[in-house]
T-cell receptor
Framework: GQQLNQSPQSMFIQEGEDVSMNCTSS?????WLWYKQDPGEGPVLLIA?????ELTSNGRLTAQFGITRKDSFLNISASIPSDVGIYFCAGLKRGGSGNTGKLIFGQGTTLQVKP | NAGVMQNPRHLVRRRGQEARLRCSPMKGHSHVYWYRQLPEEGLKFMVYLQKENIIDESGMPKERFSAEFPKEGPSILRIQQVVRGDSAAYFC????????????FGPGTRLTVT
């Protein structure tokens, strides 16, 4: 099946540092989404990207939709302890009738922040 | 505006029993999606439903699994004759009828098969 390769698999950083993670695919996606999941909870939508080359920010988070439509990255600036969690990228293909509904998820990046 | 609601949050079933997982989408949302997550893995798509219609069930196992989203009431994911390999977290997501592709997830149901 389709896969998204997300890297790095895990990160352990100092509070205040910037973080960067990315997602690549062998096929094209029309929409890229970034989610954060805390233990025992469902994923929470952070940022949605709809156009190739689009750069979108949400507070300290910035995400970009790659020009080739096969990749996306997420940056977190000035990390804080509550940034701890698992970050997932997800790609969505848009079929002929519109929303195909099927999100393809990466394997996740586990972020740990040392105070 | 309440978020996506799922119940129960935790469900324990013995092998061979049936599991019923319920999902109430966000108010105004008519698209529902079910995903399964195994430990240490990302979410895997199972099925996409609109009211009274299954749009895409390409991720659903062919046997024992079924899903519905009736005109009234929550969406139901039903697993018959559960086996230990069914143990996982099952998440429901919803999106509005408008042309948006953002899916909002519920807290999940953690199914344990003993």
């Amino acid at each position: 099946g389709q896969q998204l390769n997300q890297s790095p698999q895990s990160m352990f950083i100092q509070e205040g540092e910037d973080v960067s993670m990315n997602c690549t695919s062998s096929s094209i996606f029309n929409t890229w989404l970034w989610y954060k999941q805390d233990p025992g909870e469902g994923p929470v939508l952070l940022i949605a990207l709809y156009k190739a080359g689009e750069l979108t920010s949400n507070g300290r988070l910035t995400a970009q939709f790659g020009i080739t439509r096969k990749d996306s990255f997420l940056n977190i600036s000035a990390s804080i302890p509550s940034d701890v969690g698992i970050y997932f990228c997800a790609g969505l293909k848009r079929g002929g009738s519109g929303n195909t509904g099927k999100l393809i998820f990466g394997q996740g990046t586990t972020l740990q922040v040392k105070p | 505006n309440a978020g996506v609601m799922q119940n129960p949050r935790h469900l324990v079933r013995r092998r061979g029993q049936e599991a019923r997982l319920r999902c109430s989408p966000m108010k105004g949302h008519s698209h529902v999606y079910w995903y399964r997550q195994l430990p240490e893995e990302g979410l895997k798509f199972m099925v996409y439903l609109q009211k009274e219609n299954i749009i895409d069930e390409s991720g659903m196992p062919k046997e024992r699994f079924s899903a519905e989203f009736p005109k009234e009431g929550p969406s139901i994911l039903r697993i018959q004759q559960v086996v230990r390999g069914d143990s996982a977290a099952y998440f429901c997501a919803s999106s509005p009828q408008l042309d948006t592709y953002e899916q909002y997830f519920g807290p999940g149901t953690r199914l344990t098969v003993t």
